[in-house]
């Protein structure tokens, strides 16, 4: 399981997230490339460790655990997976949003 980044992130990206994530799987940061570009940021659930740290740090309530996901967000448990997998290319067919470059 992982934590998973939802809806109300579109548009803020608040990083309070990013700051607080002991192993640092939240992306991307303020620091990186694309960052403006980017409509939210994502988990990486490949290396979350379901520490729960980065919940409460969200302003906007744009996080939870995987199992917890309200039934109208299920989607972007997905999304967040496929921001790390897919090419920038496959990502942006997929969701009509940037994808991760490196
Ligand atoms: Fe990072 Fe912990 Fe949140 Fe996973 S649950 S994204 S490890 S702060």
Excluded: R
């Amino acid at each position: 399981m992982a934590y998973i980044i939802v809806e109300p992130c579109i548009g803020t990206k608040d990083t309070a997230c990013v700051d607080v994530c002991p192993v640092d799987c939240i992306h991307p940061t303020k620091e990186e490339a694309h960052f403006d570009d980017v409509e939210q940021l994502y988990i990486d659930p490949e290396t979350c460790i379901d520490c729960a740290a980065c919940e409460p740090a969200c302003p906007v309530e744009a996080i939870f655990a995987e199992d917890d996901v309200p039934e109208q967000w299920q989607a972007f448990i997905a999304k967040n997976v496929d921001w790390y997998q897919l090419s920038a290319e496959e990502f942006q067919a997929k969701w009509g949003s940037l994808g991760k470059i490196d």
